[in-house]
Nanobody
Framework: QVQLVESGGGLVQPGGSLRLSCASS????????LGWYRQGPGNVRRPVAT???????DYAKSAEGRFTITRDNAKNTVNLQMNSLKPEDTAVYFC?????????????WGQGTQVTVSS
């Protein structure tokens, strides 16, 4: 069982920055992939950025060049630095962990943190 707790959301003006953090209850070196997803009003949840335990990353096109995902193995956290924020970035951001067990893969989610970009 993996518990994920997000923090760092809030209200920011367009062009501003926010840093989201997600704390894992287990050693993240044992987690194959960590990621950030978002869900805007009336929309489905979509991936924003993911990072594997090898260090490989993937970004949504909307996030490329503006967002950076990192993992801190010492603190068991995964972070999302968001720069040059736009109103369309407004959403609830969720942390995700993909764990490989011998019985199969399992996905875990945090409770979400609200990010609002508005003047």
């Amino acid at each position: 069982q993996v518990q994920l707790v997000e923090s760092g959301g809030g209200l920011v003006q367009p062009g501003g920055s926010l840093r989201l953090s997600c704390a894992s209850s287990v050693d993240i070196k044992s987690i194959y992939q960590l990621g950030w997803y978002r869900q805007g009003p009336g929309n489905v949840r979509r991936p924003v950025a993911t990072i594997r335990n090898t260090g490989g990353t993937d970004y949504a096109k909307s996030a490329e060049g503006r967002f950076t995902i990192t993992r801190d193995n010492a603190k068991n956290t995964v972070n999302l630095q968001m720069n040059s924020l736009k109103p369309e970035d407004t959403a609830v951001y969720f942390c995700n962990a993909e764990v490989n067990y011998t019985s199969g893969n399992r996905s875990y989610w945090g409770q979400g943190t609200q990010v609002t970009v508005s003047s």
